[in-house]
């Protein structure tokens, strides 16, 4: 397993999430943080139905009431808590959830084998 830092905890806030794109062995991962309710919630930034990210622009994951996660491309709504597609054409489907380490006031991700080279924010 291993663990990468991503950014401060007081970073994330509510209304902006934001994206990160890391260099694994295994190729790019994307995935992003979104605060919701005071917890800080981290997917893998690919839409259930075509397999691709969930933005046109970077750190724009969210519909336009900021009611839920939403893919960009053909407007699917997610839930905050557990990814879960409540419409869209991936409706009843999930986001992948990550898990996320807490260290003080740092936010680290948790993974279970791939090897970090570099980190950038998206
Ligand atoms: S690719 Fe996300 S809803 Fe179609």
Redesign the pocket.
């Known amino acids: 397993m291993s663990h990468h830092f991503l950014c401060k905890q007081q970073q994330i806030i509510e209304g902006n999430p934001r994206g990160f794109s890391l260099e694994l062995e295994s190729g790019k991962f994307e995935l992003f943080l979104v605060k919701h309710d005071g917890a800080i919630y981290a997917y893998k930034n690919q839409?259930?139905?075509?397999?691709?990210p969930?933005n046109w622009q970077p750190d724009e994951f969210l519909s336009i009431e900021q009611s839920h996660i939403q893919?960009?491309?053909?407007?699917?709504l997610f839930n905050f808590d557990n990814g879960y597609c409540i419409s869209?054409?991936?409706a009843n489907e999930s986001l992948t959830s990550l898990t996320l380490d807490h260290r003080d006031d740092e936010l680290w991700l948790h993974l279970e084998s791939p090897i970090l080279v570099s980190k950038e924010v998206a």
Request: glycine residues 18%.
């Open positions: 839409c259930p139905h075509l397999g691709i969930l893919c960009s491309t053909h407007g699917a869209g054409p991936c």
